[in-house]
């Protein structure tokens, strides 16, 4: 016997969409309610409420085997069941469902679930839910049979329609609402399957598996297709449908409804477009960045180094020492442009999924040190004092020396521009608690409000008190740029800021990454 998907829950049960968690967790000690979790990899019950021992006599220890729930499903309601709440969950749809399951003392029991799908801040997901007993209400269903009458007076009182089809699958009524939503004469389908009156322009794999449920008398939800009205507008629907079937549980036929979802689909097309356009101007400039960063950098390579003879003086003296000055303003103008230049280049780079890594064992004691090094002059001129806490002991991190100098280059230059005299930048590097590397790099700068930080992870984005440096020594490329860095070698980056006192970015590498 299949039963229903979905039917009229009691008064009191609780339904998917108020199933909160807070919810969920006053319903534990409800009388007729088991309360569950579960997770939706494994299928394995998390947690179960005491509830479910008297209800259906197992211990609760039992719950928490693998395929327990399975098990003891009735036989003939077994497989769509388990295979209804798989697929849902594939889909990441909440769902209910009405089934039977065999209690410890042998008897069958009618229960409904509820289930909602939840993802957890880590990409676990979990499924939590719960069982009624509806034992009870199924037993006066069945003695007092269905009320026709009630159903129609539903289906002419709803917003969409609702149709029904006999125990061969064909079309056996449709509420008034049909031919009003879908453009179609209602004696163009009565009488006929849907096998023989076809969904014109369907997607053919949509199609295969729409005929394949209705053939094996399985519930359905969101088969969606479009229908060309006469007028020439176009109207998408979406069916669901549940079997029927009478008390010695023969199928009967099917029940369902039909809603109209054009604005949604309407929308759903625009949103797809724009995204398309969108990734089309993304791969547009960043092929023209690739490309205009090659261009100007062989050029200004020439500007660099006539520049640094001119500052050596290495063909004789120029006499005016103003010469030399300009000369080393030239040269030191150009490499900074140089370094945007590059900048620039890895951006598009990135973005054209075009970074090429070349991953090794690092001793990141050793490159932090070296980049405390590089940027030592800097800091002194700006009066900030920097600081290095990496234990000789850390495991060695697995990727791109030249790209994690990059990362912790880039991470110290914005520490140090964004700190007044006087400030400090502290960079550390320990093992995590689940045994990854963390790269922190702190300060005592300007800081930012939360509201900004998305902002400031953003390429070319500048923020407004970003006036607190010299226009010509940023182009907001710093934070982007090394949150691609990072990521491309399989870390994430996170960033704490306030306004007025400072701001800490986390480097995270995965255990994976660190080798010992």
Same mark, same amino acid.
């Given at each position: 016997?299949?039963?229903?998907?979905?039917?009229?829950?009691?008064e009191?049960?609780?339904?998917?969409?108020?199933?909160?968690?807070? =919810?969920?967790?006053?319903?534990?000690?409800?009388?007729?309610?088991?309360? %569950?979790?579960?997770?939706?990899e494994?299928?394995?019950?998390?947690?179960?409420?005491?509830?479910?021992?008297?209800?259906?006599?197992?211990?609760? &220890?039992?719950?928490?085997g693998?395929?327990?729930?399975?098990?003891?499903?009735?036989?003939?309601?077994?497989?769509?069941?388990?295979?209804?709440? /798989?697929?849902?969950?594939?889909?990441?749809?909440?769902?209910?469902?009405?089934?039977?399951?065999?209690?410890?003392?042998?008897?069958?029991? %009618?229960? =409904?679930? @509820?289930?909602?799908?939840?993802?957890?801040?880590?990409?676990?997901?979990?499924?939590?839910? /719960?069982?009624?007993?509806?034992s009870?209400?199924?037993?006066?269903?069945?003695?007092?049979?269905?009320?026709?009458?009630?159903?129609?007076?539903?289906?002419?009182?709803?917003? &969409?329609?609702?149709?029904?089809?006999?125990a061969?699958?064909?079309f056996?009524?449709?509420?008034?609402?049909?031919?009003?939503?879908?453009?179609?004469?209602?004696?163009?389908?009565?009488?006929?399957?849907?096998?023989? *009156?076809?969904?014109?322009?369907?997607?053919?794999?949509?199609?295969?598996?729409?005929?394949?449920?209705?053939?094996?008398?399985?519930?359905?939800?969101?088969?969606?297709?479009?229908?060309?009205?006469?007028?020439? $507008?176009?109207? %998408?629907?979406?069916?669901?449908?549940?079997?029927?079937? &009478?008390?010695?549980?023969?199928?009967?036929?099917?029940?369902?409804?039909?809603?109209?979802?054009? &604005?949604?689909?309407?929308?759903?097309?625009?949103?797809v477009?724009?995204?398309?356009?969108?990734?089309?101007?993304?791969? *547009?400039?960043?092929?023209?960045?690739?490309?205009?960063?090659?261009?100007?950098?062989?050029?200004?390579?020439? @500007?660099?180094?006539?520049a640094?003879?001119l500052?050596?003086?290495?063909?004789?003296?120029?006499?005016?020492?103003?010469?030399? =000055?300009?000369?080393r303003? @030239?040269?030191?103008?150009?490499?900074?442009?140089?370094?945007?230049?590059?900048?620039?280049?890895? +951006?598009?780079?990135?973005?054209?999924?075009?970074?090429?890594? $070349?991953?090794?064992?690092?001793?990141?004691?050793?490159?932090?040190?070296?980049?405390? =090094?590089?940027?030592?002059?800097?800091?002194?001129?700006?009066?900030?004092? +920097?600081?290095?806490?990496?234990?000789? *002991?850390?495991?060695?991190?697995?990727?791109?020396?030249?790209?994690?100098?990059?990362?912790?280059?880039?991470?110290?230059?914005?520490?140090?521009?964004?700190?007044?005299?006087?400030g400090?930048?502290?960079?550390?590097?320990?093992?995590?608690?689940?045994?990854?590397?963390?790269?922190?790099?702190?300060?005592?700068g300007?800081?930012?409000?939360?509201?900004? @930080?998305?902002?400031?992870?953003?390429?070319?984005?500048?923020?407004?008190?970003?006036?607190?440096?010299?226009?010509?020594?940023?182009?907001?490329?710093?934070?982007?740029?090394?949150?691609?860095?990072?990521?491309?070698?399989?870390?994430?980056?996170?960033?704490? $800021?306030?306004?007025?006192k400072?701001?800490?970015?986390? /480097? *995270?590498?995965?255990?994976?990454?660190?080798?010992?």
């Open positions: 016997m299949k039963p229903s998907i979905g039917g009229d829950p009691d009191d049960a609780p339904t998917s969409a108020g199933l909160s968690e807070d =919810r969920f967790r006053n319903l534990v000690e409800s009388p007729n309610i088991i309360a %569950w979790e579960l997770d939706a494994t299928f394995v019950f998390n947690y179960v409420s005491p509830r479910a021992e008297e209800i259906l006599g197992y211990p609760v &220890d039992e719950w928490f693998v395929g327990f729930w399975a098990e003891h499903i009735h036989p003939d309601d077994r497989d769509w069941a388990v295979d209804f709440c /798989v697929s849902a969950t594939a889909r990441r749809e909440d769902h209910e469902f009405e089934y039977r399951m065999i209690t410890a003392d042998g008897e069958e029991l %009618w229960l =409904r679930d @509820i289930v909602t799908v939840h993802t957890e801040p880590d990409g676990s997901v979990l499924l939590r839910g /719960v069982m009624i007993d509806i009870e209400q199924k037993s006066a269903e069945r003695a007092a049979g269905e009320s026709n009458a009630r159903f129609r007076d539903f289906a002419e009182a709803a917003q &969409d329609y609702f149709w029904e089809m006999d061969d699958l064909r056996s009524f449709f509420s008034d609402r049909f031919t009003e939503i879908s453009g179609v004469p209602q004696e163009t389908l009565l009488g006929k399957t849907r096998e023989e *009156t076809g969904v014109p322009g369907v997607d053919p794999n949509i199609w295969t598996t729409h005929l394949d449920n209705l053939a094996n008398h399985r519930p359905f939800r969101n088969f969606v297709h479009s229908r060309a009205k006469d007028d020439g $507008s176009t109207v %998408w629907l979406s069916i669901n449908g549940r079997p029927i079937f &009478d008390a010695e549980g023969q199928f009967t036929g099917y029940r369902g409804s039909a809603s109209d979802i054009t &604005d949604r689909m309407t929308a759903e097309q625009a949103l477009a724009a995204k398309e356009e969108a990734d089309l101007a993304n791969r *547009t400039k960043s092929e023209f960045l690739a490309h205009m960063s090659h261009e100007l950098r062989t050029p200004l390579n020439s @500007i660099i180094g006539f640094e003879i500052d050596r003086q290495m063909f004789g003296d120029m006499g005016d020492q103003r010469y030399v =000055r300009y000369a303003d @030239i040269r030191q103008s150009g490499r900074h442009l140089l370094d945007l230049i590059n900048d620039l280049l890895d +951006v598009a780079r990135i973005e054209a999924g075009q970074l090429q890594l $070349s991953e090794t064992e690092l001793d990141l004691p050793e490159i932090i040190q070296a980049c405390t =090094r590089m940027v030592e002059t800097r800091a002194a001129d700006a009066g900030v004092s +920097v600081l290095a806490e990496a234990p000789v *002991t850390l495991p060695k991190l697995y990727a791109d020396e030249v790209r994690m100098k990059q990362v912790v280059l880039n991470l110290l230059d914005n520490a140090i521009k964004y700190s007044p005299a006087g400090a930048v502290t960079v550390r590097a320990h093992t995590t608690s689940l045994g990854g590397l963390e790269v922190r790099v702190s300060d005592t300007v800081g930012m409000a939360s509201t900004e @930080i998305p902002r400031a992870l953003e390429p070319f984005q500048r923020l407004e008190h970003d006036a607190h440096v010299d226009d010509a020594s940023s182009v907001g490329l710093g934070l982007a740029l090394v949150k691609a860095l990072v990521e491309g070698q399989g870390g994430l980056m996170e960033v704490q $800021s306030t306004l007025g400072g701001t800490t970015v986390r /480097v *995270t590498f995965p255990p994976e990454r660190a080798r010992t």
